[in-house]
């Protein structure tokens, strides 16, 4: 993963291979993976793993989102030494991709300690507006309570609506709001065609349109995969998905919330 100035986390070159394997195998058309070419892709970027990118991490890394990579790495390399499912490639990468983000948001950032510096509020200097800039560190705060009062749920859903103001402030603060609404990830009515207006926009929009204009990098759009987490505010999607949020999920969300906030402010 790298950032708009060039700078890289433990793990941005094997995320990046995953990258280009995920965008490699999406062209496949064919059910099966025969292509001796597309085999020897899913081998070398398996080996990779193990020879050298996992190498490369401090001897003391030992999670559970480090298991889940190697599990992910290895089922990809057994995939590789016969004619998989193209379905099933795709499945395991992408699951793979989530995992990979996930141990690199571990690495560069522990889980924070509350009341410690990490979670202090920023500075909202570049929100205008004196009264949001109370808003969003009251909001910034809460979030911080509620993870140290383990209500993973609750910190979650206090990020996303935190988000989200940042984002509408970022794009308040440009003078020519056309390159946002001709955006290609924008999204649209689908019978018009045009941009919907801000206020139909979701936290998938912003992240999307935030990275095509190169607002945030790579890095933290991989991990847009799991931003809608805070919908399961409502019990009957948790029931029928039969997900719950741990506390270690809504400290990754954080992590990530924190970064992005870096990014537009």
């Not at 056309?178 to 018009?192: E, G, V």
């Not at 399961?232 to 954080?254: C, N, S």
């Amino acid at each position: 993963m790298r950032s708009n100035t060039g700078s890289t986390t433990p793990l941005s070159a094997a995320v990046e291979d995953v990258r280009r394997l995920r965008h490699a195998i999406a062209s496949v058309r064919t059910p099966q993976l025969r292509s001796a070419e597309a085999l020897a892709h899913l081998k070398a970027v398996s080996l990779a793993w193990f020879q050298r990118h996992k190498k490369s991490l401090a001897p003391t890394t030992n999670t559970a989102e480090l298991e889940a990579a190697d599990a992910g790495f290895k089922e990809l390399l057994g995939l590789s030494a016969k004619a998989p499912s193209t379905a099933k490639v795709r499945a395991v990468v992408k699951r793979l991709q989530s995992e990979l983000v996930r141990l690199d948001t571990s690495l560069v950032s522990s889980p924070s300690v509350p009341g410690s510096t990490a979670d202090v509020p920023p500075s909202f200097a570049a929100v205008p507006d004196p009264v949001m800039r109370q808003v969003l560190t009251r909001r910034w705060q809460e979030c911080v309570i509620c993870l140290s009062a383990g209500a993973p749920l609750a910190a979650t859903v206090m990020m996303g609506g935190l988000l989200e103001s940042l984002f509408l402030a970022r794009i308040n603060r440009e003078p020519n709001k056309k390159p946002i609404f001709t955006s290609k990830a924008a999204p649209k009515d689908p019978k018009t065609q045009q941009a919907l207006s801000l206020r139909e926009w979701t936290l998938a929009d912003y992240i999307t349109v935030a990275h095509e204009l190169r607002w945030i990098p790579q890095s933290v759009k991989d991990v847009s995969e799991v931003r809608d987490y805070r919908n399961y505010i409502h019990p009957q999607k948790e029931l029928t998905h039969q997900v719950a949020l741990t506390v270690g999920d809504a400290r990754m969300f954080w992590e990530v919330s924190k970064a992005i906030s870096a990014h537009l402010l």
